[in-house]
């Protein structure tokens, strides 16, 4: 194997190196830097260094260990790069590196799993790339340079692509593409460096070419899809999709008793146990607004301090511990704020936003831990004295939707009319719901729509969704951001602490003071609510205070509603101006695609065209005078090489003429075999009985002329007589062009006659073969043939 | 009919009516030949190639299909001397070339020619002599003379061979060593006429002697000369080329333990000017080639698998199917 003309093994090594260099670059998709590349580069060069050394110098090739050397040279590198602080020296190993490296490769599965891309280069996915790229650059080299294989080692480079595919598909671009498919181009070329089959390698690199403008091409020229806002976080789409609020019903209504969860806290009163806050309101329903879940927003690393919160006041630090029962769901239960938890593992992670503790792919299900938390406790006064907020940076918070009935605005400035600031606005609407005329039902409609808002305003019947949706958008409606915690009453007293079921499912609204955070109250007037926070509600003589300033002073509670009904309109245009700008770019960037595609699309043409052009002055100068009769016969071999009907070189010129007249089947190996065997039998081939009839009659008659007119025979017995041992006299309408030029060839090659034969003969000559080839093609064959003609690639034979 | 003999003597540059005089010579005695042997025109055609390429045939095949029938013919067609030697186990080499006796009158030894001294030899069932007396009667055929007591005789012209062999796996033959079976131009076997043809036979041979109807249509001289315009058909040096090429895949091909010797060559080439020349041509094509290889070729080479005469010329079909039929192609 090693004797052949073959690519020189530090070539070969070259190919698999930067084919290697450019799949690792492929894969940068993944990774939002570039720290893992170097490590991963340099264990590639090692290998590919080590493998052009032991294949390359002839006493190590002779020793046939380029694998084993490349082997232990690979794990090596991976412990020095990955490690090296476990080595001794530096280099040499001890029983801890291997512990060390795959105590390395098990961070990097769990980063794996805590990761959205793109992703940082984390020691465990550095160690984990290494360590693929080692393995894979080992086999690869193999197969390129011992096995001869580099398809089947392009399949192994697929194997790497499927990591940023699989990972990261919206943050693949055209490049990392391009990296990858010339990384397994530059595999697929390799066999052919050696000067000596440049044909076969002009194919594959015009093919490849071809396939890479294509693949480029293509998705360019499609209709643009529209891309999804924010897909990272769309695919955590799991984490988001159950939304608690919505099954609040049937959760209340859920007859089953049975403890979800056990908790002690060092709090006097149980506090609402909460598992997430939902802010998004559409006018239809509730959600959680999708928040983009960092991976490294790990929650047992403690939580920030929550927002508005002041560091020294207003709030005491408590602790609470959870045991979850058969409760199975990605929200963590805890009381708000929470700061610091303990005994979660490393998956739990946080939105610095909303306080929410969120399993990465875990589930609360028997879970035991403890968090402590901060419980905040503002004082009245606090309230009062704080100032409407900055509307920007509440939007979500603020948001009422259009759709929203005009009733419930003025239902909550008819509620509000004597409200001093925004505390005592939510005192009061607080005090409204509570005030006796609602009632709390579970019989009321399940949709926390805008109409339901306003229905519900007028039934009074309700449970907590209504309540705290409705509240929450009055509260809006005010300036005051506000969303809607979801999660649990405080549960009952059960020895020293207390249990949880789904009966006391709730929902409380939860609004934003500057200078406190987000504090919360309880609209609901029955079910598991209990009581109002001591700070909702308004000592007698402040709430009767603010009813009779509020009349007289009726003109400051303008301020905020004013500001609060036109900052929406703000922020409504503000939206709506993005997507025409986006629109616009979209529209230019539409014309550069465009041209883009058409330079593409005229680019494949060209190239497309080449091969068939070339053929044409191929055709032309063969067939130009003075006309040299072999190269007419290479232009008609050409033409049988383009029409995919190849003339065997094994078969003399007068039996090709049959093959390209169509009158007998090509070089089919096994007809060919057939029709040499029965031959060779002799008197036995039942074929050739027939035909030796036809001779046998045509010699009886004793005429040489007499055996041309046997026109029964025909072709086949043209066939018979050409193979047939003893020639036979019978000669077949043979007046094609074709045939006089057949004859002209043979007596040229054989005969040393110089045959006069003219350009516009050449040409008869050419039209005829080429029309007897397309006759005999196949559609595809014939597009093919003009198109792509495929002795441009291969000589024809 | 005849042709100016200092034509054809003196001029290598053949032209084409002498072909076509040597065609017709050979067409009338295919009909003659046919007539007597019902359907075995190929083996008729390849005894009279033989016969103007100047070479001996070796007729393989079970007793009873017509062997010595066809070399009868071909004896009476071209109207010289027919000899028939019946190998027997106990044929001693004089009883197949002659003898030295003394003559009692004249004091002297006086050579009585053998009865291979003939235009047409038929050696019936060779493969039934002892190894010695067959080497007496291949040295014959090789050299074209024959050497008893050191005097060299030439045999008369021209000289050709008809032996017949049967199948070796027949009880009490001795197998042709391939040293021997080179010495043949052409092996054919006849085989077993198809069943139109035999019924036609069983009719005819009843009759009446099938020999007895055939006339000569040619003399000795006629064939001379047809061999000497035979020999003057042009081979280029590609179809030499692709002569060569061939034999050296026999000797190349793995299937095969002994390939073909030059011999088969020169055999092969002589043959194909004589198919050329029945064809109207004045130059051999690879047609020619392909066509005879396989009926010069088989029994010169030996397959991995068994001397068997079938597959032998599969392998050598095999061969033709590999060998480029031009370099430039």
Request: proline share 7%; glycine share 8%.
């Given at each position: ?106 961070t990097g599965v769990s980063d794996l799993y805590a990761t959205t891309p793109p992703a940082p280069s984390t020691p465990g996915f550095t160690a984990m790339l290494v360590i693929a790229f080692t393995l894979i650059t080992i086999l690869i080299d193999g197969l390129v340079a011992d096995l001869r294989a580099p398809k089947v080692s392009g399949v192994l480079l697929l194997v790497l692509w499927m990591i940023p595919v699989f990972f990261a598909p919206a943050q693949v671009m055209w490049w990392h593409v391009a990296a990858i498919l010339a990384a397994f181009l530059l595999l697929m070329l390799s066999p052919y460096f050696s000067s000596a089959r440049w044909r076969g390698g002009l194919t594959a690199l015009v093919a490849g070419a071809l396939a890479v403008a294509l693949g480029l091409g ?580 | ?329």
């Open positions: 194997m090693n004797n052949d003309p073959r690519t020189p093994a530090w070539l070969e090594a070259g190919a698999v190196l930067v084919a290697m260099s450019l799949t690792a670059f492929g894969l940068s998709a993944v990774f939002a830097d570039l720290k893992w590349l170097p490590p991963v580069l340099l264990a590639v060069f090692l290998i590919v260094a080590v493998g052009a050394l032991f294949r390359g110098i002839p006493v190590l090739r002779a020793s046939g260990t380029a694998v084993v050397a490349q082997c232990v040279v690979g794990l090596l590198a991976v412990l020095v790069l990955c490690v090296p602080q476990t080595l001794l020296l530096g280099f040499v190993l001890t029983g801890s590196s291997f512990v060390a490296v795959i105590e390395l490769l098990s293509i998705p360019t020229l499609l209709p643009q899809v529209p891309t999804i806002e924010n897909r990272a976080s769309g695919n955590q789409a799991d984490l988001t999709v159950t939304n608690p609020f919505l099954d609040l019903r049937a959760d209340l209504g859920n007859r089953d008793d049975s403890t979800l969860f056990h908790y002690t806290t060092t709090a006097e009163d149980p506090p609402p146990v909460r598992l997430t806050s939902i802010d998004s309101f559409d006018g239809q329903t509730w959600a959680p607004s999708p928040f983009e879940l960092d991976p490294f927003a790990i929650a047992v690393e403690g939580l920030p301090w929550p927002q508005g919160l002041p560091r020294d006041e207003k709030h005491t630090e408590q602790s609470i511990d959870v045991t979850i029962g058969d409760y199975d769901q990605q929200y963590l239960p805890t009381p708000y704020a929470p700061q610091q938890p303990s005994g979660l593992n490393r998956r739990w992670i946080y939105d610095e936003d909303s306080l929410t503790i969120v399993g990465n792919g875990e589930r609360t299900s028997g879970l035991e831990y403890s968090m402590d938390y901060l419980s905040v406790e503002p004082s009245a006064e606090d309230l009062q004295s704080a100032t409407p907020v900055d509307a920007g940076e509440f939007e979500t918070e603020l948001e009422v939707p259009a759709s929203l009935p005009q009733s419930v605005r003025d239902t909550a400035d008819e509620v509000t009319a004597g409200a001093k600031n925004q505390w005592e606005a939510a005192v009061l609407l607080q005090a409204y719901f509570r005030s006796g005329e609602f009632e709390y039902s579970l019989d009321a409609p399940e949709q926390a729509s805008g109409d339901a808002i306003s229905d519900f305003l007028v039934d009074k019947k309700g449970y907590c969704v209504q309540f705290s949706s409705a509240m929450t958008i009055m509260a809006r409606t005010m300036g005051i951001p506000a969303r809607i915690g979801v999660g649990f009453a405080g549960g009952e007293k059960s020895g020293e602490g207390y249990e949880v079921s789904m009966q006391d499912s709730h929902a409380w609204p939860e609004l934003y003071f500057e200078g406190v955070g987000w504090v919360r109250f309880e609209p609901t007037p029955g079910g598991p609510a209990g009581a109002p926070p001591q700070w909702s509600v308004a000592s007698g003589d402040t709430g009767e205070e603010s009813e009779e300033e509020a009349e007289e002073t009726a003109s400051p509670s303008e301020e905020p509603s004013e500001s609060a009904s036109q900052s929406p309109a703000a922020e409504s245009e503000a939206p709506s101006e993005e997507p025409t700008t986006a629109a616009a770019e979209e529209t230019g960037a539409d014309h550069t695609t465009y041209l883009w595609a058409a330079a593409i699309a005229i680019a494949v043409i060209l190239l497309l065209a080449v091969p068939g052009l070339w053929r044409l002055l191929q055709r032309r100068r063969r067939t130009s005078a003075p006309v040299d009769l072999e190269h007419v016969w290479t232009e008609i071999r050409a033409l049988a090489t383009d029409y995919g009907q190849s003339l065997d070189p094994s078969r003399t010129l007068r039996f090709n003429e049959l093959v390209l007249a169509g009158k007998v089947a090509g070089d089919a190996g096994a007809g060919a075999g057939a029709t040499r065997d029965a031959r060779a039998e002799g008197d036995a081939g039942a074929g050739a009985g027939a035909t030796r009839d036809a001779r046998a009659e045509g010699d009886a008659t004793g005429d040489t002329g007499a055996g041309a007119k046997q026109a029964g025979g025909g072709e086949s017995s043209y066939l018979a007589s050409l193979q047939s041992p003893v020639p036979t006299l019978i000669r077949p309408d043979r007046d094609t062009a074709l045939a006089s030029f057949i004859d002209a060839l043979e007596a040229q090659r054989y005969g040393s006659r110089d045959e006069e034969f003219s350009s516009s003969e050449a040409h008869a000559v050419v039209d005829e073969v080429r029309t007897a080839l397309a006759d005999n093609a196949t559609p595809g064959q014939r597009i093919s043939a003009v198109a792509w003609p495929a002795s441009v690639f291969n000589a024809p034979r | 009919m005849s042709i100016s003999h200092e034509a054809t003597q003196t001029n290598s540059a053949i032209g084409a009516e002498h072909i076509e005089w040597v065609q017709q010579l050979t067409a009338r005695a295919r009909t003659a030949m046919n007539a007597v042997l019902e359907g075995k025109d190929d083996a008729v055609g390849l005894s009279l190639i033989t016969l103007l390429a100047g070479g001996h045939v070796l007729l393989e095949d079970v007793p009873g299909v017509g062997k010595t029938l066809l070399a009868k013919a071909m004896g009476k067609v071209v109207d010289g001397s027919v000899r028939r030697i019946q190998f027997t186990p106990d044929l001693l080499p004089t009883d197949v070339v002659g003898v030295n006796l003394f003559n009692q009158e004249t004091r002297h030894f006086e050579f009585r020619q053998g009865p291979v001294f003939a235009n047409i030899v038929i050696a019936d069932e060779i493969n039934r002599a002892s190894p010695k007396t067959q080497s007496a009667m291949l040295e014959c055929m090789a050299e074209n003379q024959a050497t008893i007591d050191g005097t060299t005789y030439p045999m008369p012209s021209p000289f050709i061979v008809v032996a017949t062999q049967n199948p070796i796996d027949m009880e009490g033959t001795y197998a042709l060593p391939e040293a021997q079976r080179d010495r043949f131009m052409i092996r054919v076997s006849l085989g077993y006429p198809r069943a139109q043809d035999e019924v036609d036979l069983l009719d005819n041979q009843i009759a009446h002697d099938p020999l007895g109807s055939a006339q000569p249509v040619s003399n000795l001289e006629q064939i001379t000369q047809a061999r000497d315009i035979v020999r003057h058909v042009s081979a280029s040096r590609q179809l030499r080329e692709y002569i060569v090429s061939i034999l050296d895949a026999t000797r190349n091909d793995p299937a095969i333990v002994l390939g073909c010797s030059p011999r088969g060559g020169v055999h092969l080439l002589r043959a194909a000017k004589a198919r050329a020349a029945l064809s109207g041509r004045t130059y051999v094509t690879p047609d020619d080639i392909q066509s005879l290889a396989p009926f010069v070729l088989a029994h010169r080479i030996i397959p991995r698998d068994g001397d068997d005469s079938e597959l032998a010329a599969d392998l050598i079909g095999r061969v033709l199917g590999r060998v480029p039929v031009s370099t430039n192609q």
